[in-house]
């Protein structure tokens, strides 16, 4: 009875983004497209107008770049949309710039070039230390942004093709000196959108959102190999006011992973992550988690609410990583309305990530995770209720879960919950908790915040591409 209810209360994404396309074409007039975005442009630009050739095989880098270079000019005079047309447009690695869309059509596809020389190497960024694949630098991300203001990317579920194959295989062979490029990355900008498009086989995470604030991920399909390797979905890094929604991701690694920095070159920068709300949310990750606080977190993590999520053969649900040397903090987390089906763990937590940027860590930085708050959830066919690790002096606090009915695989673990170092209280959980959590009596409910973030109530405009634009 408790499954049937929560299912009727899911908006699944898939559905909410057929009526979205339904939507958009019921608005479009003698051939234009509408969509919705957080501003509209007075220009209009096609990248054919720049030497694009939409025929899979030649190089558009330089028509990307020559576009975008050309029309920041109109970024004071009600900003720009470039159009990419219906057809496969390959290329290397291409910034954008303020006020600016870029929009793919439906059946425009960008790919991704597999030609090294079109991906400049840039810096590694500075809550880091070093690349994450490799100790030198890295390589630009498919689609760049930096010191922006007002930029959208977005269309009518159009397709961006990282053609990670060739990275993978570099990776897992250990050949690559750099780290290898993101699909989509936003640093140090404000008011951001990625929206209504299919991401496929990046070479590694697919949006990373970076030290930016007011950023909106909405109506993505993000597809990659269960087996591949660091493909998480979305990012959120050192960002403030961000809203994840109505999003499906398959994938070889988390499907949302909330971060914000590395051991002592994140504890140094100091940039948390906090104000984020994450909706109607769909999983498959075999490997990995639905979500994901960490493991580098050392800028700190603070007020997430997560509600309406669905996670189908996934490793675990919502999981905290972190260890001694990361610092930081994980503070005021909020998930309600979750279905799990087919999950190793239910709720993780692991105070042994033991991966660390280089020897020069501090191991007495020790994290500070609280205020753990998990409410009205069904999980089926699950190996493990919980595995809930502290750390030795150091315990996770604060930790609260109710009104949770957990059923078994048919061959489960012995021990369901397995608690180390932690404490917090529980109320209506089935299996029963460990004894460092506590049966609340009289029952009770978890807290989740009645507020809303003003980024929650932030409505988009509806906006249009010219019939003449449309191919």
């Known amino acids: 009875m408790m499954m049937q209810i929560f299912i009727s209360k899911m908006i699944m994404p898939g559905l909410l983004a057929l009526l979205l396309l339904l939507l958009s074409s019921l608005l479009s007039v003698r051939g234009g497209e509408s969509y919705a975005a957080i501003n509209c442009r007075k220009h209009t630009a096609s990248l054919v107008d720049f030497g694009g050739v939409g025929d899979g095989k030649t190089s558009n880098t330089e028509a990307f770049r020559r576009a975008v270079a050309n029309l920041s000019a109109h970024a004071a005079d009600g900003g720009v949309q470039l159009v990419v047309p219906e057809g496969k447009w390959l290329t290397g690695s291409f910034n954008l710039t303020s006020h600016f869309t870029l929009y ?184 990995s ?48 309305g979750m279905i799990m089906k087919t999950m190793k763990y239910v709720f993780w937590m692991t105070s042994t990530y033991n991966s660390h940027p280089d020897p020069g860590y501090d191991p007495k930085a020790l994290p500070v995770i609280q205020g753990i708050n998990y409410r009205d959830m069904v999980a089926e066919n699950v190996t493990y209720s919980a595995r809930l690790e502290g750390i030795e002096g150091d315990p996770f606090t604060g930790i609260c879960i109710s009104n949770v009915n957990i059923s078994l695989t048919e061959k489960p673990k012995e021990l369901q919950w397995n608690c180390t170092d932690i404490a917090g209280v529980t109320s209506n959980v089935t299996p029963t908790a460990c004894d460092l959590l506590p049966e609340k009596k009289p029952a009770i409910d978890c807290p989740f915040p009645t507020d809303r973030l003003p980024i929650e109530d932030v409505e988009m405009k509806m906006c249009s591409v010219p019939h003449n634009y449309v191919r």
């Open 104 to 287: 793919l059509e439906k059946d425009a596809t960008i790919l991704a070039s597999q030609d090294e020389s079109e991906w400049p190497q840039v810096a590694v960024l500075p809550s880091y230390g070093r690349g994450r694949d490799a100790p030198g630098g890295r390589f630009s991300s498919l689609i760049f942004g930096t010191n922006l203001t007002d930029v959208v990317i977005t269309g009518n579920n159009g397709t961006i093709d990282g053609q990670g194959a060739y990275w993978w295989d570099k990776f897992k062979k250990e050949e690559l000196n750099l780290t290898r490029p993101y699909l989509i990355e936003i640093m140090y900008s404000d008011q951001v959108q990625i929206a209504y498009l299919t991401l496929v086989n990046s070479p590694s995470w697919f949006v990373h959102p970076i030290y930016s604030s007011n950023v909106f991920v909405q109506g993505l399909t993000i597809l990659a190999p269960v087996d591949s390797p660091n493909t998480d979905g979305i990012d959120p890094d050192s960002c403030t006011n961000v809203r994840i929604e109505d999003c499906y991701i398959v994938s070889g690694d988390d499907c949302i992973a909330i971060k914000s920095g590395w051991d002592q070159y994140g504890i140094k920068f100091g940039m948390p992550t906090k104000h984020m709300s994450i909706r109607r949310l769909t999983c498959i990750s075999p490997d």
């Open 289 to 336: 988690a639905t979500i994901a606080l960490g493991s580098e977190m050392s800028g700190g993590i603070q007020d997430v609410r997560a509600e309406t999520i669905l996670a189908i053969n996934t490793q675990s649900g919502v999981r905290i990583k972190t260890a001694p040397g990361r610092g930081g903090y994980v503070k005021d987390i909020f998930v309600k």
